[in-house]
């Protein structure tokens, strides 16, 4: 832990934090890229768009069911809670994650701006009903709303518009803080990687926790190679 990374931390007067499948990797949900990833097995073109729900809504659908029944057995790593203890002492903290695992409020974050929507969320593909469906395993799949159409996950797929308030929030966050934390995020994914540098226009320093570099790690003035469930802690302590 280098002795700079806290000093930017304890001098900081806004902090906001972007999360990727990353954090959650410790506490034993597989990431979408790398040596382990989810991807590794299944293209996202087959599994995370429209087309594919269209196309095959059934293996869509035991695909999240798989994920879900992971996610609903695993429990928030030191990543998660260091996260939000930060929270409890920084009055202008903001959390924005492009994950759906939920990981972040089980561990107390309070405020989370879910670019990607929940996996723990259903929405009818016809009239538009929402709820949270914690059911694992889901009962029926593909599981269909009360006027009979598809039901689809809550999540963002690739193609497809972020939800624009958390949106809003998130760009309000990266413009306005004076620290931004990257944790566990490949940064290849788009809007959300645009960010790192709109908080670097903003003047704010940059911090990167991850395994490895990625594509924004010149952007970030501190790189923090590591394991987000261990550098957190230490960084926060
Ligand atoms: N600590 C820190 N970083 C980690 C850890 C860890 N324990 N384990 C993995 N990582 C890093 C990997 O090195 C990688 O850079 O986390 C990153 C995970 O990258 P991805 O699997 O691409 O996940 P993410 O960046 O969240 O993907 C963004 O893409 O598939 C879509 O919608 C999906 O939200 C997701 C988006």
């Given at each position: 832990?280098?002795?700079?990374?806290?000093?930017?931390?304890s001098?900081?007067?806004?902090?906001?934090?972007?999360t990727?499948?990353?954090?959650?990797?410790?506490?034993?949900?597989?990431?979408?890229?790398?040596?382990?990833?989810?991807?590794r097995t299944?293209?996202?073109?087959?599994l995370?768009?429209?087309?594919?729900f269209?196309?095959?809504?059934?293996?869509?659908?035991e695909?999240?069911d798989?994920?879900?029944?992971?996610?609903?057995?695993?429990?928030?790593n030191?990543g998660?809670?260091?996260?939000?203890?930060?929270?409890?002492?920084?009055?202008?903290?903001?959390?924005?994650?492009?994950?759906?695992?939920?990981?972040?409020?089980?561990?107390?974050?309070?405020?989370?701006?879910?670019l990607?929507?929940?996996?723990?969320?259903?929405?009818?593909?016809?009239?538009g009903?929402?709820?949270?469906d914690?059911?694992?395993?889901?009962?029926?799949?593909?599981?269909?709303?009360?006027?009979?159409?598809?039901?689809?996950?809550?999540?963002?797929?690739f193609?497809e518009?972020?939800?624009?308030?958390?949106?809003?929030?998130?760009?309000?966050?990266?413009?306005a803080?004076?620290?931004?934390i990257?944790?566990?995020?490949?940064?290849?994914?788009?809007?959300?990687?645009?960010?790192?540098?709109?908080?670097?226009?903003?003047?704010?320093?940059?911090?990167?926790?991850?395994?490895?570099e990625?594509?924004?790690?010149?952007?970030?003035?501190?790189?923090?190679r590591?394991?987000?469930?261990?550098?957190?802690?230490?960084?926060?302590s």
């Amino acid at each position: 832990m280098t002795p700079q990374a806290k000093q930017w931390l304890s001098e900081a007067r806004r902090i906001a934090v972007l999360t990727g499948s990353g954090i959650s990797a410790e506490s034993g949900v597989p990431t979408f890229r790398g040596q382990d990833g989810l991807w590794r097995t299944h293209r996202p073109e087959d599994l995370a768009t429209p087309e594919a729900f269209a196309r095959d809504p059934k293996l869509v659908w035991e695909w999240y069911d798989w994920r879900r029944s992971i996610i609903s057995k695993v429990e928030p790593n030191p990543g998660h809670f260091a996260l939000a203890s930060l929270e409890d002492r920084s009055p202008d903290f903001q959390l924005v994650t492009q994950n759906v695992d939920g990981l972040h409020e089980r561990a107390g974050s309070r405020r989370v701006h879910h670019l990607h929507g929940s996996i723990w969320r259903v929405r009818c593909t016809e009239c538009g009903a929402e709820n949270n469906d914690g059911r694992v395993p889901m009962p029926v799949i593909p599981p269909r709303c009360g006027c009979g159409a598809l039901v689809r996950p809550g999540v963002v797929w690739f193609g497809e518009p972020l939800p624009g308030k958390a949106w809003m929030e998130a760009e309000r966050a990266a413009a306005a803080c004076d620290l931004l934390i990257v944790a566990g995020t490949s940064a290849q994914v788009y809007p959300a990687a645009s960010l790192v540098p709109l908080a670097a226009r903003g003047g704010a320093r940059i911090i990167e926790i991850n395994l490895e570099e990625t594509p924004l790690s010149g952007v970030a003035g501190l790189a923090l190679r590591g394991k987000a469930g261990e550098i957190l802690p230490q960084l926060i302590s």
